[in-house]
């Protein structure tokens, strides 16, 4: 019997139904119909573009598995987008992207192998003749600077980051640091330098990493006695990308590689960028040689998006899903998710995806329902400026007051304890909490958190002034 497009897809189904959870084969399966089959290219339709990107990211290995024994070792599988939600109440259309292709959203169909799109990284410099050896960036297309907006929070280091991917290597900001807290856009923000760099400069060697991956390789490389081969790989390297350069914290021997290696790439003109969850004065187990030479360049901070920013985020996002969204719920969003970008574009996903596998428009009160579970599983960040509150209402004085310049001691014990929490429950360097907390630098936060510490353990009432306040700040 001839195979159709649906007895293949059927079998794939019946496979993967037995190697996933029923909740996901339900959410991210069932939605799925089989559109054609060409040779061995399976068509397949999807709801939107985030659906499809979502099965590329998590699905492709098992859809490749599933689809290569229906159809062989050369079995294609392509995507046909359904986007019904456009603006302007535009037409319904359909686009063919190939598997593991996004970067050519708009070209027409083209039939490609289904293989992974982020294959792992492997240590190239163990291959003979490394000059001739092409090295693959490892960068995400999709993370550049127009999906990247710009906002009060985050003005500086997009605006170093755009001077550095016009003239890597040629500007004062060599290296590039780029802090600060969780799901504010780190990493998208080093991938748009180096995407825009590879667009700019094709014959310039970029490549992505993160410190954990890279610190995987060093050790690899003492294993095998390759050690200088692994130094001359990455010094080979044109723009370097390193994520959460702060988990190097406690390598020694790492640390003295990248040392090697950064001080290789600075003196031959070639970008080093950083990301890191700290400032460079904020972290731990850390040689100073190295640190020294993180504070070389610009240390960019990103802040947590005001509203505007917010609102921009959600429309951005809205806009490049294809989907349409009245303002009012739009400014809901904006309103009651504040703690990151991550947390805000997952519960877009989440509405768009109740509202399009339950067939329901987006209403006000299905983002009512969306928000609240998503927060309630979700842990909030505590803000400066709320610690700095309930710090003055616990002492029973104003925020001013907490902020202003005098000596008296309730007052600067008070201070001080602001200081120590934001310090305990943020993200943000010591120099951001004492620029919020009465224009303070770095130092008299640092002295701030070891005078509590210190008083904790030999005063017991301000013990208890700890204790209240940690009970306060983490209901």
């Known amino acids: 019997m001839s195979k159709t497009a649906e007895s293949v897809w059927n079998n794939c189904l019946a496979f993967i ?11 991210w399966f069932e939605p799925i119909n089989a559109v054609k089959l060409t040779d061995t290219a399976l068509s397949i339709q999807v709801p939107s573009k985030f659906f499809y990107e979502w ?32 603006y302007g109440n535009k037409q319904p ?3 063919k992207i190939p598997s593991a292709n996004r970067s050519n959203l708009q070209s027409q169909e083209v039939d490609v192998p289904l293989k ?10 163990v291959i003979p003749g490394i000059r001739n050896v092409k090295i693959e960036s490892q960068l995400n297309p999709n993370y550049n600077f127009d999906s990247f907006l710009e906002g009060e929070s985050n003005r500086l280091a997009r605006s170093a980051g755009l001077a550095v991917a016009n003239k890597p290597g040629g500007t004062s900001f060599n290296p590039l640091l780029v802090f600060g807290g969780v799901g504010l856009g780190k990493t998208h923000l080093a991938h748009a330098i180096g995407v825009d760099i590879k667009d700019k400069y ?31 790989f990455y010094q080979i390297i044109d723009v370097l990308i390193v994520d959460d350069i702060q988990l190097l914290s406690g390598k020694a021997g790492t640390q003295d590689v990248f040392f090697h290696i950064f001080n290789h790439l600075h003196q031959n003109g070639k970008q080093v960028i950083l990301t890191s969850d700290k400032a460079p004065v904020d972290m731990i187990d850390i040689e100073q040689r190295l640190l020294s030479r993180f504070k070389w ?18 429309k951005n996002k809205l806009y490049r899903d294809g989907v349409e969204m009245p303002e009012d719920i739009v400014e809901f969003l904006a309103n009651n998710i504040k703690t990151n970008i991550r947390e805000l574009e997952g519960a877009i996903i989440s509405l768009i995806a109740h509202s399009s596998f339950n067939k329901r428009e987006i209403t006000i009160d299905l983002a009512r329902r969306i928000v609240d579970n998503y927060v309630k599983h979700t842990k909030r ?5 709320y610690i700095q509150k309930v710090v003055s209402d616990y002492f029973q004085m104003d925020v001013n007051t907490l902020q202003s310049k005098t000596r008296k001691r309730h007052i600067v014990q008070a201070r001080q304890l602001a200081m120590f929490f934001a310090k305990k429950f943020t993200k943000a360097s010591l120099a951001s909490i004492g620029s919020q907390i009465g224009q303070r630098d770095h130092a008299t936060v640092l002295h701030a958190c070891k005078t509590v510490d210190n008083l904790s353990t030999t005063d017991k009432q301000f013990r208890k002034y700890v204790d209240d306040l940690t009970k306060k700040l983490t209901l």
């Open 202 to 232: 094709p014959e310039k060697t970029v490549l992505y990493i993160s410190a954990e991956k890279f610190t995987q390789q060093y050790i690899e490389s003492v294993k095998k006695n390759n050690r200088n081969d692994f130094i001359h």
């Open 55 to 86: 099965l590329e990211e998590h699905y492709v290995k098992i859809l490749k598995v599933a689809l290569t024994k229906e159809l062989g070792p050369t079995a294609k599988l392509v995507y046909i987008i359904r986007m019904e939600n456009t």
């Open 297 to 314: 360049g610009l240390s960019a901070e990103l802040n947590h998006p005001d509203y505007d920013t917010r609102v921009a985020i959600i």
């Open 17 to 27: 139904e037995d190697n996933i959870t029923s909740q996901a084969y339900k959410t």
């Open 381 to 385: 960040e505590v803000s400066i400026d």
């Open 93 to 95: 259309f359909t686009e």
């Open 116 to 125: 992974n799109k982020s294959p792992e990284l492997k240590n190239p410099f």
